[in-house]
């Protein structure tokens, strides 16, 4: 069965002081690796698919990157909109699915 | 565009009820996929349909169970309803299938039972 654990529960950053969110994952062929963003009070909003090890996305202060068994979220001096819950999800196999961790809540303070 | 419509957006219930949620997808996508989020477990796939046919479910008591109709809108429906029930239900739509890309949620049905 597909597991995601992603680390910490919870990030505290100063405005401007960078740091990465971990996503570490145990799946039977990688289909896709996602990351969404949600806040409070609304449904996650997509953000990144990687495919393959190796494999980098950016936008705007986040960039994720892909390696055979975990995933990093970076954010570059991040301002207080990018407080949210980050969710991490992975796809494998031929199975219509979508298996997400648990998340990891960051806060951003001015 | 549209996005994912969910109704109702909050509803109480109390035990041994049953209890209706509604999803309309974006247009043109034809797969709907149902989870249920609680604090403490995240997010919990409960089932996916695909042009009428439910291709996967999650590991849920037959208590919980879904359609989807022929203009991809999706339903599903607990009944007896139990307290540990209480979350937030979120549809989410994609053109084929949830693990070939990017999927789009809806705001969520908040459903608290007492």
């Known amino acids: 069965e597909d597991q995601v654990t992603q680390s910490p529960e919870a990030l505290r950053l100063q405005e401007g002081e960078s740091s990465s969110l971990n996503c570490s994952y145990t799946?039977?062929?990688?289909?896709?690796l996602f990351w969404y963003r949600q806040d409070p009070g609304k449904g996650p909003e997509f953000l990144f698919t990687?495919?393959?090890a190796g494999e980098e996305k950016e936008k705007e202060r986040l960039k994720a990157t892909l390696t055979k068994k975990e995933s990093f979220l970076h954010i570059t001096a991040p301002k207080p909109e990018d407080s949210a819950t980050y969710l991490c999800?992975?796809?494998?196999?031929?199975?219509?699915?979508?298996?997400f961790g648990t998340g990891t809540k960051l806060q951003v303070i001015p | 565009k549209a996005g994912v419509t969910q109704t109702p957006r909050y509803l109480i219930k109390t035990r041994g009820q049953q209890v209706t949620l509604s999803c309309s997808p974006i247009?043109?996508?034809?797969?709907v996929s149902w989870y249920q989020q609680t604090p403490g477990q995240g997010l919990q796939f409960l089932f996916e349909?695909?042009?009428?046919?439910?291709?996967n479910k999650g590991n849920f008591p037959g208590r919980f169970s879904g359609r989807q109709f022929s203009n991809s809108r999706s339903e599903m429906n607990v009944s007896t309803l139990e307290l540990g029930d209480s979350a937030l239900y979120l549809c989410?739509?994609?053109?084929?299938?949830?693990?070939?890309?990017?999927?789009?949620f809806g705001e969520g049905s908040r459903l608290t039972v007492l």
């Open positions: 990687l495919y393959s």
């Open positions: 799946v039977s062929g990688l289909r896709g």
């Open positions: 989410a739509s994609s053109p084929t299938g949830p693990n070939t890309g990017e999927l789009f």
């Open positions: 247009s043109g996508h034809r797969s």
């Open positions: 349909y695909f042009s009428e046919t439910q291709r």
């Open positions: 999800a992975v796809a494998s196999g031929g199975y219509q699915k979508v298996t």
